[in-house]
């Protein structure tokens, strides 16, 4: 017991002595941790007291060394001193680099991952509970996971605490004294000296680091304390009839233990990254509250003090009465989280609502299942006329009034003989005097897929007045955009296919998608005489059908460029077009073997000329615009300069 005092005192005074000298070093060259919104001091103050912690921690046992006692001889070297050594000094290490370097968490993590197998591979590992009832509960292959998980949980928790001048230090003092009375009376002697020197060292540190603080322990002192806390918890572990040390360091350790759970729960909760800092910790919690900060940490000292006596308490008692006190320990706990406001989070409505998303995510739910019907019908579609149909069926189903699909690429349509543009609205519904009313809500959705691909965009029209908005329609909106984009993708496999087999026939003879089809339905029913009497034909396709080609690109491409000088504005999918259009227009106005061009400057002056009053009547029925309106809207001469400057650039 005299060894145990007497390191305890050695380990006080070391650090008594060595902080101030590691106060100066961090000062004079200026490792200091800067205040920040999320911090409570308000000038810079040294970061690196961990140092004077890890010296004070060793220290006193090379200085006993020169003296033999009886105690002494159980510091023989074995693998749990060699490991724990090992472990610790490497978890000083990674919060020593941290606070000079700032870590990302990725390589905190392994790092203490690493320390933590260094002491499973010296013999430190959580092999059995014991609980009270449960009694011996053996972990078996769980060891190493669970032993990992501890030392990581225990090194955070130290870690979060240290936001108030003396909490992590005055934490890991009272935590370490009361499981320092509990190894003397089970005879763990040896685990006894080192709480002694790691109660000393704190101790000694907390003269400098007690509110008003002049330094701070920093990750090197955090990471060492929580570190060797969880090693010596485990090799002090005592087993007996109605609990055992495992469960009581974690009451002694309670205050911390549950801050960090219960902070990954929170953000978790709230969607947050699990390891981004934030201010809502148990002592962020008091000072809002309005206690000073020296309140703040006697307070958590306060409890942490209160769960040492009930940890000392648990070790003489039944297992019956160690069940009670469990009980009344968590329904205190409860009451504490719940005054600092945290069960806000976990409300009957936010939790109602909570699992009523998931359960719509998962598709439990009956909305979800009869809008999943209607999902599959659309994505079952064999031809455009179908798919728009079932479109037009959830769309009623949510709710909606109106819409509009138009689609990049225009064979489906055209081989069906379809509009342009797809247009739905619902019977009542007057677009004339609806379609400007400041209570409809308007969505333009572009139908790109994962790859960047456009296929069109669908504009979609609600009157709020009718019916209002809930909170999953927008949800099943986007499901119907992604089926509508995979439906067109499916829809347009096969004819990319055939396409990209017949290009070059196409690129040569200047064939018509109508043309292509009818080929291939020519291919595929055996017709090969017919095949070749209309490739004959397409051989002699005239320089006419290249310039009606053109004309009806530029028609295109001015309306897509009425439409963006009207609304002042432009979209990807309108973009993309301008830029497929104005390619389709260069590759067609090309002669491949003679050279030259179909269309010269001033023919292509003339198209644009004549194309002009089309772009303008498509511009205006899209738009809801009178044609003449429009006219007086757009600078007819620009967008002709514009259009030969993208079209002749670079061609002459």
Not at 404 to 419: D, Q
Not at 578 to 591: E, L
Request: proline residues 2%; aromatic residues 10%; charged residues 20%.
């Amino acid at each position: 017991m005299t060894t145990i005092i007497f390191i305890f005192i050695l380990s006080l005074v070391f650090s008594l002595i060595l902080t101030p000298l590691v106060k100066n070093i961090a000062l004079r060259y200026k490792l200091v941790d800067l205040p920040s919104k999320r911090k409570v001091h308000s000038q810079p103050i040294p970061r690196i007291g961990g140092v004077g912690i890890y010296l004070a921690f060793f220290l006193p046992f090379v200085s006993v060394l020169f003296y033999s006692t009886q105690v002494l001889e159980l510091l023989s070297p074995d693998a749990q001193i060699i490991h724990l050594i090992i472990g610790s000094s490497l978890a000083f290490g990674l919060g020593l680099t941290d606070d000079l370097r700032s870590l990302g968490p990725k390589s905190k993590f392994a790092v203490q991952i690493v320390a933590a197998l260094v002491a499973y591979a010296g013999g430190i590992k959580i092999s059995v509970i014991y609980l009270p009832v449960i009694q011996n509960l053996y972990l078996g292959m769980l060891s190493l996971p669970v032993t990992v998980l501890w030392f990581v949980l225990v090194i955070n928790a130290i870690n979060l605490t240290d936001g108030l001048d003396g909490l992590a230090a005055g934490i890991t003092l009272f935590a370490s004294l009361v499981l320092l009375i509990l190894c003397v009376t089970s005879g763990k002697l040896m685990v006894a000296m080192g709480l002694a020197a790691l109660g000393g060292a704190t101790l000694g540190f907390l003269r400098y680091n007690f509110n008003p603080a002049s330094i701070f322990m920093g990750d090197s002192g955090s990471y060492f304390l929580g570190y060797t806390l969880a090693a010596l918890s485990i090799m002090g572990s005592m087993k007996s009839q109605a609990t055992v040390a495992m469960l009581i360091p974690v009451i002694a350790l309670g205050v911390p233990l549950i801050d960090t759970v219960w902070a990954t729960l929170r953000r978790f909760i709230l969607g947050q990254r699990l390891f981004h800092p934030d201010n809502g910790h148990f002592h962020h919690r008091l000072l809002k509250y309005g206690f000073t900060h020296r309140k703040a940490v006697l307070c958590l000292y306060a409890v942490t003090v209160t769960l040492g006596i009930v940890s000392l308490l648990l070790v003489n008692v039944r297992d019956d009465r160690a069940a009670l006190i469990l009980l009344l320990v968590g329904i205190a706990a409860f009451i504490g989280i719940r005054k600092l406001g945290y069960l806000e989070y976990l409300a009957m409505d936010k939790v109602y609502g909570w699992f009523r998303d998931v359960t719509d995510e998962a598709g439990i739910t009956h909305e979800r299942r009869s809008f999943l019907n209607f999902q599959v019908e659309i994505s079952q579609s064999s031809d455009m006329k179908g798919l728009w149909s079932n479109v037009c069926k959830a769309l009623d189903k949510l709710g909606f009034d109106m819409a509009e699909m138009y689609l990049e690429n225009m064979v489906l349509l055209r081989n069906e003989k379809m509009k342009e543009k797809l247009t739905w609205r619902r019977e009542e519904f007057d677009k004339c005097n609806d379609i400007c009313k400041e209570y409809l809500m308007r969505l333009e959705l572009p139908l790109i897929n994962g790859d960047n691909k456009s296929y069109g965009t669908i504009w979609l029209v609600k009157d709020l007045r009718r019916e209002t908005v809930n909170q999953y329609t927008l949800r099943r909106v986007e499901h119907l955009r992604r089926t509508i984009i995979n439906t067109l993708k499916k829809l347009m496999g096969e004819l990319e296919s055939f396409i990209f087999e017949l290009s070059k026939f196409s690129k040569r003879w200047g064939m018509e998608m109508e043309e292509l089809f009818q080929l291939r339905s020519y291919i595929e029913g055996g017709r090969y005489d017919d095949a070749l009497t209309l490739i004959n034909e397409m051989e002699e396709m005239s320089q006419d059908n290249k310039i009606s080609k053109i004309e009806s690109f530029l028609d295109i491409l001015l309306l897509h460029l009425i439409k963006k000088q009207t609304e002042k504005r432009t979209t990807l999918s309108w973009e993309s077009t301008i830029q497929n259009v104005v390619a389709m227009i260069r590759r067609t106005n090309r002669r491949r073997k003679s050279g030259g061009y179909y269309l010269t400057e001033k023919d292509l002056r003339k198209a644009i000329e004549e194309s002009w009053n089309i772009a303008i009547r498509k511009a205006s029925f899209e738009g809801g615009y009178d044609e003449t309106e429009l006219s007086g809207k757009v600078d007819r001469e620009k967008i002709g300069k514009d259009v030969l400057q993208m079209v002749l650039q670079g061609e002459h």
